[in-house]
């Protein structure tokens, strides 16, 4: 084994560690691989012999990348706010790198609340509160001290803290509130559903190209509820699988084995709290029905 063949086996031991980090910056599975491959770059450009800790130094690179993705995206307008991130598809939940992405309860409605922080906070709060990294260390990639890194990290925690809704923990508690609403929907079944929604329930629909003025945001009970002519006509005509969206219980919807949506349910208390739906047809099709977000 030659020495890039060496580095390129350790840089392999650290890939979906660094996927993680980067789909927590950045929402998006594609921008996420660049930011991991533009490490893997700039490794094979560094001088490694020079490099003590791998890991960290990796870590770093890919904060940087991401960072510098964050506020071009910014200068561009193009940011993540008006649609949904990239969700993450499982059935059965073993393939180590979906567990590492979703770790955490990292659900697209925290994801969602990650958008809304700007870049230096949002940096800060994922390497500090999701990964632990210390602010000695954050506070170079940020141009700040480790007391300003660490003041980033507290104001993105606050609001996430007062916008991001907590789970339940217990999948089976949430899949039981998923098929109440499968039922209603199916059913057109009102009070069903009316039972199930919390009285602050947000619903977040991204239709890509359909939805011409962004992704359409539905907040309380009424009028989520007033949606359940548009869930009924989902339920019915299309078949419905159960999954784990982003650790979460959500739902697969294809039509002939065409996917044509994924939802991702946030539940709390026994009530729903937030209902995700990615419909967007060309995000879509670049995601594997059998293990979309893979």
Same mark, same amino acid.
């Given at each position: 084994m030659d020495d890039r063949d060496f580095l390129a086996e350790r840089f392999e031991e650290h890939r979906?560690?660094?996927?993680? !980090?980067?789909?927590?910056?950045?929402?998006?599975? $594609?921008? *996420? @691989? =660049? *930011?991991?491959?533009?490490?893997?770059? +700039?490794?094979? +450009? %560094?001088?490694? =012999? =020079? !490099? =003590?800790n791998l890991g960290g130094w990796l870590t770093t690179v890919v904060g940087r990348v991401c960072l510098d993705m964050l506020r071009s995206r910014r200068l561009r307008c193009e940011t993540l706010e008006t649609r949904l991130p990239d969700p993450v598809v499982s059935e059965q939940g073993t393939d180590p790198?979906?567990?590492?992405?979703? %770790? @955490?309860?990292?659900?697209?409605?925290?994801?969602v609340i990650l958008e809304s922080l700007n870049p230096a906070e949002r940096l800060a709060f994922v390497l500090h509160d999701m990964f632990g990294m210390p602010f000695e260390e954050i506070a170079p990639i940020v141009d700040r001290t480790p007391a300003a890194a660490r003041k980033l990290a507290s104001r993105a925690r606050r609001r996430v803290q007062s916008a991001a809704p907590e789970p339940d923990p217990d999948p089976v508690a949430q899949r039981r509130v998923v098929d109440a609403f499968l039922t209603a929907a199916r059913g057109g079944d009102l009070g069903g559903l009316l039972a199930i929604l919390d009285p602050g329930v947000v619903l977040r629909a991204d239709g890509g190209k359909t939805s011409p003025g962004g992704m359409e945001?539905? +907040?309380?009970?009424?009028?989520?509820?007033?949606?359940? &002519? %548009?869930?009924?006509?989902? $339920?019915?005509a299309s078949a419905s699988r159960p999954a784990l969206v982003n650790g979460t219980a959500g739902l697969v919807n294809t039509i002939a084995g065409e996917l044509i949506s994924i939802m991702s349910f946030t539940v709390a208390g026994e009530r729903i709290i937030a209902i995700d739906i990615l419909s967007d047809p060309d995000r879509l099709a670049r995601? @594997?029905?059998? &293990?979309?977000? +893979?």
């Open positions: 979906v560690h660094l996927k993680a !980090i980067a789909y927590r910056m950045l929402g998006s599975l $594609a921008e *996420a @691989d =660049d *930011a991991v491959q533009e490490a893997w770059f +700039r490794l094979a +450009r %560094a001088k490694a =012999d =020079d !490099i =003590d790198e979906q567990l590492a992405l979703v %770790a @955490d309860s990292v659900g697209l409605a925290l994801l945001v539905l +907040r309380g009970v009424n009028e989520v509820a007033g949606r359940l &002519g %548009a869930f009924q006509r989902m $339920a019915t995601l @594997d029905p059998g &293990g979309a977000g +893979r």
